[in-house]
């Protein structure tokens, strides 16, 4: 019985050398539910809809193993539409949403923003911003901005057009990125 456990755990110190020589890091992506956090974008003083996908990271063998479990959000969200050369703000925030049927406080999945009970994440980093787009006829592809999250964008956006922007931020071991499209007219 001790050979089979050495054997196994042998097989395994070799997979994990193998992983780390030859990939680097394995993610494993998983649908798992969980208590994932919600969102809310406030536009120019005014709270807007947003798509978001949530990835967990756990940890499962330090820097070579992990475990991703995701949650997607979509809000079917139609253009925020904006006059040319108005100003652009962005506040993000985060909350965690819980729910108070026994009288005690138990984490729950988010779905929107009116649980009955939310407490705000106060770590979020807002890492990136990412702008496409620039075409008043459509949505395109085009990079018009990738780079360091600016909360006043009106900088960036420098024509009217169809733009698709993308927010990445992160806390705990919580990666999300926030989905909305804007129409400068």
């Known amino acids: 019985m001790k050979k089979i456990i050495l054997y196994i755990f042998l097989i395994l110190i070799l ?22 956090p919600i969102y ?9 809809g947003v798509d978001i996908e949530i990835r967990k990271n756990t940890t499962i063998i330090p820097k070579t193993v992990y475990i991703t479990s995701y949650s997607t959000i979509y809000n079917n969200i139609e253009p925020i539409e904006i006059e040319y050369g108005e100003k652009m703000n962005l506040d993000i925030k985060g909350y965690y949403c819980f729910t108070n049927l026994t009288g005690n406080k138990t984490p729950t999945e988010c779905k929107n923003l009116k649980h009955e009970v939310m407490n705000e994440i106060d770590n979020i980093k807002i890492n990136t911003i990412e702008i496409h787009g620039g075409s008043l006829i459509g949505e395109t592809g085009d ?43």
Do not use: C
């Open 40 to 48: 809310s974008l406030n536009f120019n003083n005014e709270i807007i």
């Open 15 to 36: 997979a994990v050398v193998i992983i780390k020589i030859f990939i680097g890091k394995l993610f494993i992506n998983v649908e798992i539910p969980y208590y994932n």
């Open 143 to 185: 990079l018009v901005y990738k780079g360091e999250y600016q909360s006043n964008i009106t900088n960036l956006i420098n024509k009217k057009g169809n733009y698709s922007i993308k927010i990445n931020l992160s806390h705990e071991n919580i990666d999300s990125d926030l989905y909305f499209r804007l129409k400068v007219i």
